[in-house]
């Protein structure tokens, strides 16, 4: 199970990328997601990372790079095998912590994972 906070800012990323008709929702939708996490803002501004900065570059990653669907199209939005595979990992890893519920951090370790992702490329840049 995820954390309710962690569930409703996944959820307002895959709500966004349906509004915006976007055809998938991506590693990088899921980082900017947990930007808006306390823990995971806490442990990014601890190593000197500019959330906004960071934000940012996502958005222009996500709008440059995200297919996107034509208007004559009802657009449903699908989870990337990255997105799946990281939410897969945080719920082993929780369960190998014996924890209750996955945290943002699950997720956020989970996300280097996925070594071929712009987050995770991004995330090095910034000595993360």
């Known amino acids: ?5 962690l569930q409703q800012e996944i959820n307002l990323v895959m709500t966004e990328a349906r509004n915006r008709r976007l055809e998938f929702v991506t590693v990088e939708h899921l980082l900017l997601a ?3 996490m306390d823990e995971v803002v806490s442990f990014l501004r601890g190593k000197r990372i500019n959330i906004d900065e960071l934000r940012d570059e996502l958005e222009q990653y996500i709008d440059s790079h995200t297919p996107v669907f034509p208007e004559d199209v009802d657009p ?3 989870p990337s095998i990255g997105f799946q595979r990281i939410l897969q990992r945080s719920v082993y890893q929780a369960h190998s912590a014996q924890k209750e519920s996955v945290d943002a951090m699950n997720v956020f370790a989970s996300i280097f994972s996925e070594k071929e992702s712009h987050a ?3 995330l ?3 000595n993360i």
């Open 1 to 5: 199970m995820i954390e309710q906070g």
């Open 34 to 36: 947990l930007l808006n």
């Open 76 to 78: 449903d939005i699908v």
């Open 120 to 122: 995770v490329s991004m």
């Open 124 to 126: 090095k840049l910034n």
